[in-house]
């Protein structure tokens, strides 16, 4: 999945953060959607509560808390 975007001065401005210029002559910058990896992040901490509490077909793919963001 491709979270890449082109984004306007404005909108940066907008968002109150900075980006760099993009190579191809359009004025837009390049951002990405955060949104993906914020998903990424919840999945596992569901994964990880899931385990936590005891449910026989829990899913095993990490052994604590502090690995499951590192893999």
Not at 12 to 36: C, E
């Amino acid at each position: 999945m491709n979270a890449n975007v082109r984004v306007s001065a404005e909108d940066l401005d907008k968002a109150g953060v900075d980006s760099i210029p993009l190579n191809d002559g359009s004025g837009k910058y390049y951002a990405i959607l955060d949104v993906y990896h914020q998903l990424h992040c919840l999945k596992y901490i569901r994964h990880y509560i899931y385990k936590v509490r005891g449910h026989s077909s829990r899913p095993s793919r990490f052994a604590s808390w502090a690995d499951w963001h590192a893999k």
